[in-house]
């Protein structure tokens, strides 16, 4: 049996999409639900919607999150198992509705923080505005099926209000929402009220220097966070903070922000790529690994339904601005990756040639 208290923990994002993953399985009587609002090296920090925890994830499950390339992000739901001496073991990872990633040196993507409901596309109308910039950090929300609203801060500072408004307007889809704000003020706080409801999960993404915390701070009513140049952890604003990087505001929406996700980079023409070939990322999901590439591996739906010449453009598209993205080092890795792979599989076919 899971114990809970639903309320509790939909004051910080629990929905009922995670609740019905609970019944396929039964588990031990101490086993219970909680999120994960902290990823270190050594520990996860857990939280029941009162109390922050203590855990590890059990051996077993990070050989089985290993084997479906992922890893357990700031944001998942989690089951977890008091066992001897009282300590606190992640056995179990609920599906995640969806994550944001990035791509660490090895080119594999890993994913920074999970189950988000809102990314604030956080650009600034001073020296930080750039159009095609905002239209990668766009389309990292959008492949990461994450509604995007695009909020441009510094609007105190800006000289040309509307026509940067209207210019960044044009740009978007029209369903995607533009707000201007003064990420100082305490007003910012009404404008933004329809993604603050309770138990809302935001991240916010842009360069630095956008105004990324100073926004933080003013949503959570605290100043929890670093801006500027001012570098002090002084622990004020404690009774809303829930870890350091999930923060709660006050209306009871939840702000995950992470190294990880502050240093999220729209070096992703590789998520504009993406974002254009629309038809093999919705597919992609039906793939039977989460991070299949949609070459050789078992059970890829995107092989089986997606003319060849199209699939190989795509390769072809994002090996290009991988490589374009990558240090000289880098690529020649990647390079004799390449080539065992593929000594690898003519190799298999002499073998097959052989037995057959
Ligand atoms: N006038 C004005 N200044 C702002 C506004 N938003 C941010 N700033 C200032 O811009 C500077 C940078 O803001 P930060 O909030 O630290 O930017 P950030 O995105 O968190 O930057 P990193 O921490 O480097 O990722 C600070 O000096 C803020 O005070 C705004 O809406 N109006
Ligand atoms: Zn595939």
Redesign the pocket.
């Known amino acids: 049996m899971i114990h809970f208290d639903f309320a509790r923990l939909a004051s910080i994002g629990l929905t009922q999409t995670f609740v019905q993953q609970l019944y396929t399985q039964t588990y031990p009587d101490n086993t219970q639900l909680y999120r994960v609002v902290d990823v270190q090296r050594e520990h996860l920090m857990l939280h029941d919607g009162c109390d922050s925890h203590f855990a590890r994830p059990h051996p077993s499950l990070i050989r089985s999150l290993l084997d479906e390339f992922t890893v357990l992000a700031v944001g998942d739901w989690v089951l977890a198992e008091r066992r001897d001496h009282q300590e606190l073991w992640v056995t179990r990872r609920l599906d995640p509705i969806n994550h944001l990633s990035r791509r660490n040196a090895d080119g594999i993507s890993q994913a920074v923080a999970s189950n988000i409901d809102t990314a604030l596309i956080?650009m600034?109308l001073?020296l930080d505005y750039n159009l095609r910039r905002l239209e990668r950090f766009l389309a990292i929300a959008i492949t990461a099926r994450i509604n995007p609203v695009v909020v441009l801060?510094?609007?105190?500072?800006a000289t040309n209000l509307a026509s940067q408004v209207e210019a960044v307007r044009q740009r978007v889809p029209p369903h995607i929402e533009v707000l201007a704000?003064?990420?100082?003020?305490t007003t910012?706080r009404q404008q933004l009220v329809p993604w603050l409801t309770p138990g809302q999960t935001l991240v916010?993404i842009?360069?630095?220097?956008?105004?990324?915390?100073?926004?933080?701070?003013t949503l959570t009513e605290s100043n929890q966070?670093?801006?500027?140049?001012v570098r002090e952890d002084d622990g004020r604003g404690r009774h809303t903070t829930t870890s350091r990087s999930l923060h709660r505001c006050p209306g009871g929406a939840c702000i995950i922000d992470t190294p990880g996700i502050?240093?999220l980079r729209p070096d992703a023409d590789e998520a504009t790529v993406g974002a254009s070939f629309e038809d093999i990322t919705s597919l992609a999901e039906q793939c039977r690994f989460k991070d299949c590439k949609h070459l050789e591996e078992p059970g890829c739906a995107v092989r089986d339904a997606i003319p060849p010449d199209r699939l190989r453009n795509y390769h072809k598209l994002l090996r290009e601005v991988r490589r374009d993205q990558m240090t000289a080092l880098e690529y020649k890795e990647q390079v004799a990756k390449w080539k065992a792979r593929s000594r690898a599989s003519r190799a298999t076919i002499r073998a097959k040639g052989r037995i057959v």
């Not at 801060?153 to 500072?157: F, I």
């Open positions: 956080v600034g001073d801060t510094k609007a105190d500072l704000i003064n990420g100082l003020s910012t916010l842009g360069s630095s220097g956008a105004g990324k915390s100073t926004l933080t701070n966070q670093n801006t500027g140049s502050r240093t």
